[in-house]
């Protein structure tokens, strides 16, 4: 630690007053006043309790060893006849979020989307009540806050946006589903395009996933082709390179800005709950942990320039 006399502080400013506040600054900045200490204050763990199987045996699950957030993307072709194989396979693969396309359900009430969620956790949705079929749910962590997003109006395909405040900052996710039964027309990249611009301008990290019905893996098909250009015109990347449909084709995608890749991108084969598998990306959500810099300093006006234990008025 540099210290300073009177006498040198006096050398500083040139004058009998303090340093001046350009002498001051550049002490601060090269810590040759006292250099500063910095205190890392480490976050504080989310722990929850959940059954390690389907059972009623429970475990203790601390996140705070591992910040990737583990997100699931599933077409469940409806959870009216799969919802406790669902829960269960969210609990088995220790998924934060599961993200579901063709939920068939009818009503934010539905029975089956509360079968679907394990303990600890809760669903935001929207079904489809035109026809049957459609609906998506993102059933995650019932101790993170979601807040629902709003997107464009959208008629070639559904999507719901939610903010999930995490342990580990916030994220952004997107289910989109886009019934495979319809033509693809321009309107589809069209709406795509109208709510990739309300993504872009989001301050956190955002993941789009979901059902496409695009095979993706075949760029030399023209709507392959427009949807890889689309993505990169908007600077983002396409992360799933292996069939997730019986028939081997890439429909089910995970799309992320550029700058934040999954650490890990895990496909389960189809079949297993439906003829689509399950995708699970692992994105490495981590919030840099608040830095405290401590600066102890002396107070310029209690200086005794004079060298004597007595303050000016003081005795």
Same mark, same amino acid.
């Given at each position: !630690? ?10 500083? &400013? ?16 090269? #810590? ?10 480490? #976050? ?5 309790? !959940? /059954?390690?199987?389907?059972? *009623? ?5 601390d996140l705070s060893g591992d910040t990737a957030i ?7 072709? &409806? ?28 009503? *934010? ?24 079929g459609g609906g998506l749910a993102v059933i995650y ?10 997107? /464009? ?10 903010? %999930? ?5 916030? %994220?952004?996710?997107?289910?989109? @589903?886009? /019934?495979? *039964? ?10 795509? &395009? ?35 250009? %689309? ?36 496909? @389960?084969?189809?079949? !297993? ?28 006006r209690r200086v005794d320039r004079g060298g004597s ?7």
């Amino acid at each position: !630690m540099l210290t300073y006399t009177p006498a040198e502080l006096l050398a500083l &400013s040139g004058d009998r007053r303090p340093p001046q506040r350009a002498v001051r600054k550049k002490l601060f900045t090269f #810590r040759l006043w006292r250099p500063a200490r910095q205190r890392v204050r480490p #976050r504080r763990g989310l722990t929850t309790t !959940m /059954p390690t199987t389907c059972s *009623s045996t429970t475990r203790s699950a601390d996140l705070s060893g591992d910040t990737a957030i583990a997100i699931g993307w599933l077409n469940a072709q &409806s959870l009216r006849n799969k919802a406790d194989t669902v829960k269960c396979g969210i609990i088995e693969r220790s998924l934060d979020v599961l993200a579901v396309t063709e939920t068939w359900h009818t009503a *934010s009430d539905d029975n089956c989307l509360r079968l679907a969620a394990p303990p600890g956790f809760a669903v935001a949705e929207v079904a489809r009540t035109s026809r049957r079929g459609g609906g998506l749910a993102v059933i995650y962590r019932q101790a993170w806050k979601c807040a629902r997003l709003p997107v /464009p109006t959208c008629g070639s395909f559904e999507v719901i946006a939610v903010r %999930l405040t995490t342990d580990n900052g916030p %994220l952004v996710v997107v289910n989109l @589903y886009r /019934p495979g *039964s319809d033509r693809i027309t321009p309107l589809f990249f069209d709406e795509l &395009s109208a709510v990739l611009e309300t993504l872009v301008i989001q301050p956190f990290p955002v993941v789009i996933g979901g059902d496409f019905n695009i095979a993706s893996q075949d760029l030399s098909d023209p709507a392959a082709r427009h949807l890889d250009e %689309l993505l990169t015109s908007f600077n983002m990347t396409q992360h799933v390179h292996q069939p997730t449909h019986t028939r081997g084709n890439t429909l089910d995608l995970v799309v992320t800005p550029a700058h934040f890749n999954p650490v890990d991108i895990e496909v @389960y084969p189809a079949g !297993m709950f439906s003829d689509h598998a399950l995708v699970v990306s692992r994105l490495p959500l981590a919030i840099e942990a608040a830095v405290v810099a401590e600066r102890l300093v002396r107070g310029w006006r209690r200086v005794d320039r004079g060298g004597s234990a007595t303050r000016t008025g003081r005795r």
